[in-house]
């Protein structure tokens, strides 16, 4: 059938649009990693689950999970024109972006999740490195946490123009496997300081029923 432009315009008007700036981004902690304390450059301190909530107004960027399929060059007769069968599926990890507070604390808050995962500040702590956390929480440094302890559930909903949730993933057993550097320059006079980190998880799952949805189609 010919391409006829006004029903075009007329389905995309029926079906509407989802727009990339319309999101939000929950974090919630799974482990004893809640239980952390985060200190202030003034020597205050605050929860860790405190800064999750800060999260949620703070993440300037953010990216729904995608997949790949692992596939293997298969010849099906053994000779000629080979196919890619499947074998295995990855997913792919997420980067998110924060914009940061004049106390600096979301890069506090990565921090310490950071650390507690693999006590990477070695014999550093709070006693003698000024506004920073020990997180190995009694254990030898160098050394990795349970799993169980540091992961946390990510959710990131992205919402219609009237504000409905439409499509939702949930991140689970997540955590960051990197922290990007943040560039300063005296010469940026308007620019915004901004933390991107990159997190993995276990799996990630639609919302209720999209799914099922999906198939039926």
């Known amino acids: ?9 007329a389905y995309i008007a029926d079906t509407g649009v989802l727009q990339t700036n319309k999101y939000d981004v929950q974090i919630t902690l799974d482990g004893t990693l809640g239980g952390l304390s985060i200190s202030g450059t003034d020597g205050s301190t ?6 999750t909530d800060d999260m949620l107004y703070r993440c300037v960027s ?28 990855n997913y792919t990890d997420i980067s998110l972006t924060f914009l940061m507070d004049r106390y600096g604390t979301q890069y506090n808050f990565w921090y310490t999740w950071f650390n507690y995962i693999f006590g ?36 990131v909903t992205v919402y219609d123009l009237e504000g409905q949730p ?13 922290i990007n550097e943040v560039p300063l ?28 949805a999906a198939l039926t189609r």
């Open 185 to 212: 320059s005296w010469t940026d006079n308007n620019n915004l300081i901004k933390l991107t980190t990159t997190l993995t998880f276990r799996e990630w799952v639609l919302g209720d029923g999209q799914v099922n």
């Open 46 to 51: 605050m929860n860790v689950n405190s800064g």
């Open 62 to 89: 953010a990216a729904l999970p995608g997949l790949s399929m692992r596939t293997a060059d298969v010849n099906r007769f053994g000779i000629g024109v080979s196919e890619k069968m499947p074998f295995s599926a």
């Open 166 to 178: 439409n499509l939702q993933t949930t991140l689970l057993k997540a955590y960051p496997v990197s």
């Open 1 to 9: 059938m010919p391409f006829n432009a006004r029903d075009f315009q």
């Open 120 to 155: 990477i500040s070695g014999e550093e702590n709070s006693s003698n490195i000024f506004g920073r956390v020990s997180t190995t929480n009694g254990r030898s440094f160098y050394t990795a946490e349970y799993k169980d302890n540091y992961s946390a559930t990510i959710t």
